[in-house]
Nanobody, 131 residues
Framework: DVQLQASGGGLVQAGGSLTLSCAAS????????IGWFRQVPGKEREGISC????????YYADSVKGRFTVSSDNAKNTVYLQMNSLKPEDTAVYYC????????????????????????WGQGTLVTVSS
């Protein structure tokens, strides 16, 4: 039974940092890509970052490039999203998701929509950035 547990959200001032965690269980972690998505009410879910545990590749959307860093601890079956220089427009519910189909993380930037390629989803964690 594939399970993903996202955590680490909270309230932070603009310019601050947060680290989100995505703990995975129930599947062979090394065979999957883990993506981070975010969503605000009334808008589509946005794929912002991805890491492939099979080839180590990473992807960042332009909106977070240079500020967010995705990493994976395969020993702990956990993926992290380090978010620095946070802006009020980063306020959203953040989700992690797992994909067997994506082998190279750069595919997240080429597929539209990309969410259907992720078959397992964790619950969201709310990030609020105050100005």
């Amino acid at each position: 039974d594939v399970q993903l547990q996202a955590s680490g959200g909270g309230l932070v001032q603009a310019g601050g940092s947060l680290t989100l965690s995505c703990a995975a269980s129930g599947f062979t972690f090394d065979d999957y890509a883990i993506g981070w998505f975010r969503q605000v009410p009334g808008k589509e879910r946005e794929g912002i970052s991805c890491i492939s545990n099979s080839d180590g590749s990473t992807y960042y959307a332009d909106s977070v490039k240079g500020r967010f860093t995705v990493s994976s601890d395969n020993a702990k079956n956990t993926v992290y999203l380090q978010m620095n220089s946070l802006k009020p427009e980063d306020t959203a519910v953040y989700y992690c998701a797992a994909s067997r189909f994506i082998r190279n993380a750069q595919a997240m930037g080429r597929m539209t929509p990309v969410a259907p390629y992720f078959e397992s989803w964790g619950q969201g964690t709310l990030v609020t950035v105050s100005s």
